[in-house]
């Protein structure tokens, strides 16, 4: 089945569509104005010549009223003119003018009288090559004056005319062609070079870039939205790598250590005490569960692009009270009301994230506090933590030297977990000296 013109339109370039279509509206745009041109130009020579013989025939009427026309008479134009008395005989005219038959008729005289304008006659029956263009006017004792113009010339230049623009149209419609092509190749060079740039970017080129052109349009600001896409998906990528890289091997020593034990108990089963293995087994299982937790709870994030699970109205206050009645080593020293939007089981577990790691380190006592503009602080008393480290504590997988220690702290994913839920629900964290101790500042907007 042939394809319809639509579709072999849509299947053409960019550059012969853009083309064309220039093309198209220069030749339909010349053509109209070709065609208003010639008849603008054809009105007002006709205007003209008008005019004139008007003229001429009100100086031949004057000297007509008054007597004092002469025979032949006399025009500087070479107007015809005609003056019939009153019982329509031709009794005076310009040299070479017919003195036995009117120009116009008796009802034709009397239709252009009553209409006032100029009228066309064809002068081949009067030996006068062409049209001609005839004024009648009435003058005194029963007088008619006609006077004509030949306009023959007047129609040869607006053929001429018309035939000039008949070959330069299609003429400058293909010049405007050729550069609209050439131009628009210029144009479009540009892309194609990011299509080019794109195409080499591959796997092993990741971190390449598209090349932005000097030029400050509408490609150059493709260009450049490319690139910084570009460079948030090798970011994303990064992250995802060394996410993989880290979680494997914070999975490979609580596995070692189940591994190991269960070898050893297996190779000495005689002298092995099982509920301390089992015991220890457990304890590097609860690793794994909650390493796999916090990987689930950053994968979740990550999936909703920022955004929290859920938004509706959360009493933070109850969300506060609830998770410090869980420890015996915190106190809470305020709670104002405060309502937020969001997801009240990422809230929590923010606060736990943050309480977990202030006990961790704490010498005697944690505080909780909650005012009424939606700042939540947790506070420790405990060694704290270098201003200078202070930031880079919320990326994935970073534990500071002093915390290294397996029996100190997880796996590093608590306080990025925390910033990446706050984030999601609007607010900001930060760590700020307690003197002595640590405090953790959490700001959420309220509902």
């Given at each position: 089945m042939a394809e319809s013109p639509m579709t072999w339109w849509r299947r053409q370039g960019l550059r012969f569509r853009l083309t064309a279509v220039a093309a198209a509206v220069l030749a339909l745009a010349l053509a109209v104005s070709a065609s208003v041109l010639l008849s603008v130009l054809d009105r007002a020579l006709i205007s003209t010549v008008d005019d004139s013989t008007r003229q001429q025939a009100q100086t031949v009427r004057v000297h007509a009223d008054a007597g004092t026309l002469t025979s032949p008479i006399t025009t500087h134009d070479g107007t015809i003119v005609q003056v019939l008395d009153a019982d329509e005989r031709i009794t005076h005219v310009t040299y070479g003018a017919d003195r036995l038959v009117p120009l116009l008729g008796a009802a034709a005289r009397r239709e252009a009288l009553a209409g006032g304008q100029a009228v066309f006659v064809d002068g081949r029956p009067y030996a006068i090559p062409g049209p001609l263009r005839v004024v009648v006017l009435r003058a005194d004792r029963g007088q008619t004056v006609i006077a004509a113009r030949p306009v023959a010339e007047i129609q040869t230049s607006i053929g001429t005319a018309g035939r000039v623009l008949l070959v330069g149209t299609p003429l400058l419609v293909v010049l405007l062609a050729v550069a609209s092509w050439m131009i628009i190749g210029r144009t479009l060079r540009p892309i194609s070079a990011l299509r080019r740039g794109a195409a080499d970017i591959t796997h092993t080129a990741r971190s390449r870039r598209l090349p932005v052109p000097e030029s400050r349009d509408e490609v150059h600001s493709l260009a450049t939205t490319l690139n910084d896409m570009l460079g948030r998906l090798e970011e994303a990528e990064q992250r995802q790598r060394a996410l993989v890289s880290d979680a494997a091997h914070e999975l490979r020593s609580p596995?070692?250590?189940?591994?190991?034990?269960?070898?050893?108990?297996?190779?000495?089963?005689?002298?092995?005490?099982?509920?301390?293995?089992?015991?220890?087994?457990?304890?590097?299982?609860?690793?794994?569960?909650?390493?796999?937790?916090?990987?689930?709870?950053?994968?979740?994030?990550?999936?909703?692009?920022?955004?929290?699970?859920?938004?509706?109205?959360?009493?933070?206050?109850?969300?506060?009270?609830?998770?410090?009645?869980?420890?015996?080593?915190?106190?809470?020293?305020?709670?104002?009301?405060?309502?937020?939007?969001?997801?009240?089981?990422?809230?929590?577990?923010?606060?736990?994230?943050?309480?977990?790691?202030?006990?961790?380190?704490?010498?005697?006592?944690?505080?909780?506090?909650?005012?009424?503009?939606?700042?939540?602080?947790?506070?420790?008393?405990?060694p704290g933590i270098?201003?200078?480290?202070?930031?880079?504590?919320?990326?994935?997988?970073?534990?500071?030297?002093?915390?290294?220690?397996?029996?100190?702290?997880?796996?590093?994913?608590?306080?990025?977990?925390?910033?990446?839920?706050?984030?999601?629900?609007?607010?900001?964290?930060?760590?700020?000296?307690?003197?002595?101790?640590?405090?953790?500042?959490?700001?959420?907007?309220r509902g």
């Amino acid at each position: 089945m042939a394809e319809s013109p639509m579709t072999w339109w849509r299947r053409q370039g960019l550059r012969f569509r853009l083309t064309a279509v220039a093309a198209a509206v220069l030749a339909l745009a010349l053509a109209v104005s070709a065609s208003v041109l010639l008849s603008v130009l054809d009105r007002a020579l006709i205007s003209t010549v008008d005019d004139s013989t008007r003229q001429q025939a009100q100086t031949v009427r004057v000297h007509a009223d008054a007597g004092t026309l002469t025979s032949p008479i006399t025009t500087h134009d070479g107007t015809i003119v005609q003056v019939l008395d009153a019982d329509e005989r031709i009794t005076h005219v310009t040299y070479g003018a017919d003195r036995l038959v009117p120009l116009l008729g008796a009802a034709a005289r009397r239709e252009a009288l009553a209409g006032g304008q100029a009228v066309f006659v064809d002068g081949r029956p009067y030996a006068i090559p062409g049209p001609l263009r005839v004024v009648v006017l009435r003058a005194d004792r029963g007088q008619t004056v006609i006077a004509a113009r030949p306009v023959a010339e007047i129609q040869t230049s607006i053929g001429t005319a018309g035939r000039v623009l008949l070959v330069g149209t299609p003429l400058l419609v293909v010049l405007l062609a050729v550069a609209s092509w050439m131009i628009i190749g210029r144009t479009l060079r540009p892309i194609s070079a990011l299509r080019r740039g794109a195409a080499d970017i591959t796997h092993t080129a990741r971190s390449r870039r598209l090349p932005v052109p000097e030029s400050r349009d509408e490609v150059h600001s493709l260009a450049t939205t490319l690139n910084d896409m570009l460079g948030r998906l090798e970011e994303a990528e990064q992250r995802q790598r060394a996410l993989v890289s880290d979680a494997a091997h914070e999975l490979r020593s609580p596995l070692a250590s189940i591994r190991l034990q269960l070898e050893v108990a297996l190779g000495h089963p005689e002298g092995q005490d099982w509920r301390e293995t089992a015991e220890g087994v457990l304890e590097d299982t609860l690793r794994l569960h909650r390493l796999a937790e916090d990987l689930l709870a950053l994968a979740r994030l990550d999936e909703r692009g920022g955004v929290p699970g859920r938004r509706e109205p959360v009493d933070l206050d109850e969300v506060v009270r609830q998770c410090a009645e869980r420890y015996g080593e915190v106190r809470l020293t305020a709670c104002d009301p405060v309502v937020v939007r969001g997801d009240a089981l990422d809230l929590s577990r923010v606060l736990t994230n943050l309480i977990d790691n202030a006990v961790r380190h704490t010498a005697s006592k944690v505080e909780v506090a909650l005012t009424s503009d939606g700042t939540l602080t947790v506070t420790d008393d405990g060694p704290g933590i270098p201003e200078e480290d202070r930031e880079r504590v919320f990326n994935r997988f970073t534990r500071l030297d002093s915390g290294r220690s397996r029996d100190e702290g997880g796996a590093g994913l608590g306080l990025a977990i925390v910033r990446e839920t706050v984030r999601a629900h609007g607010g900001t964290v930060h760590l700020e000296d307690a003197g002595p101790g640590l405090r953790a500042v959490v700001w959420l907007p309220r509902g």
